[in-house]
């Protein structure tokens, strides 16, 4: 397929955060992205969350900071049940 639309380069903008794709895929997306303005955003945010991801701690380094109290716990679990 050598017309992608939106959604399809998005997710082969997401695949290629993960692997390198073929050259085929990654021809059709430069293509797309020299029309589209909102892919080349959607691309470049998910390169911001890349970048910004590598400062978040693992969840075992949190481990020995403060807990939440069983209350906000619950109200947090209901909150998310309600949705």
Same mark, same amino acid.
């Given at each position: 397929? /050598?017309?992608? *639309? #939106?959604?399809?380069v ?5 695949q290629?955060?993960?692997h390198k794709?073929? /050259? /085929?895929?990654r ?5 797309h992205?020299g029309? #589209? ?18 400062f978040?701690?693992?969840a075992?380094?949190?481990s ?5 109290s069983?209350?906000? *716990?619950?109200?947090i679990k209901?909150?998310l049940?309600?949705?």
């Amino acid at each position: 397929m /050598w017309i992608f *639309n #939106c959604q399809h380069v998005t997710e082969l903008v997401s695949q290629s955060l993960d692997h390198k794709l073929p /050259w /085929w895929q990654r021809l059709g997306i430069r293509m797309h992205h020299g029309m #589209c303005k909102y892919c080349r955003r959607v691309k470049a945010q998910f390169l911001l969350l890349r970048r910004a991801s590598r400062f978040v701690p693992d969840a075992d380094d949190l481990s020995d900071g403060p807990a939440l109290s069983p209350a906000a *716990n619950n109200r947090i679990k209901q909150s998310l049940a309600l949705k």
